[in-house]
């Protein structure tokens, strides 16, 4: 069926250094990904998200890159904080139907 | 700037017991929807809205009803609670592609 997942479960990195989350999705009708940000106890954020005619777009110290081809999404983050650790999940929809497809979700961890 | 609003934040409940998880949104964004997020599971469609008077079933609707007698109200209710209903309970809401969420509801049924 159609899904979207994440590679990596639980993600470390070292303080300041970049990372790298990635998705993939399945279901080549979606043309707009969202990326979200959820903190221990609070509600997913949005953080960036890019429609299916661009490969990337930056943000405040993220960059969502997609690639159609393989239909693979990924986020980076810029020199990585200690706020930065949250679980990440991306979202898939195929516009105009409001038929949202969610990721579970990938922990970031920032090591000091 | 309120966003999508929900009450409570943790709730309590024995087996049997009914309660509504109240939602409200002031971005007068036409589609409302309810998610359960439990863990590993990602969140799964409860109901969803497109507008006043429009509801429909989403993914895991069982044990949930859900009104939209207002553009900004999407109550959930659950008729009569079990522990399987234990969660993490999101109302969202949108006007196109972006899905905004309330900060969530911890709900234990014991």
């Known amino acids: 069926g159609e899904s979207v997942g994440l590679h990596l479960p639980t993600l470390s990195v070292q303080e300041g250094d970049n990372s790298i989350i990635n998705c993939a999705y399945s279901n080549s009708a979606s043309d707009y990904f969202i990326w979200y940000k959820q903190e221990s106890g609070k509600g997913p954020q949005f953080i960036i998200d890019i429609r299916s005619n661009m490969d990337k777009r930056q943000g405040q110290r993220v960059t969502v890159l997609l690639n159609k081809t393989v239909k693979h999404l990924s986020l980076q983050i810029a020199a990585t904080q200690p706020g930065d650790s949250a679980v990440y999940f991306c979202a898939e929809i195929a516009s105009g139907t409001y038929k949202y497809i969610f990721g579970t979700g990938t922990r970031l961890k920032v090591l000091a | 700037n309120a966003g999508v609003t929900q009450t409570p934040k943790f709730q309590v409940l024995k087996t049997g017991q009914s309660m509504t998880l109240q939602c409200a949104q002031d971005?007068?964004?036409?589609?409302m929807s309810w998610y359960r997020q439990d863990p590993g599971m990602g969140l799964r469609l409860i109901h969803y809205?497109?507008?006043?008077?429009?509801?429909d079933q989403g993914e895991v609707p069982n044990g949930y009803n859900v009104s939209r007698s207002t553009t900004e109200d999407f109550p959930l209710r659950l008729l009569s609670a079990a522990p399987s209903q234990t969660s993490v309970y999101f109302c969202?809401?949108?006007?196109?592609?972006?899905?905004?969420f309330g900060e969530g509801s911890w709900l234990t049924v014991v």
């Open positions: 969202a809401s949108s006007s196109g592609n972006t899905i905004y």
């Open positions: 971005m007068n964004h036409e589609y």
């Open positions: 809205s497109v507008g006043a008077g429009i509801t």
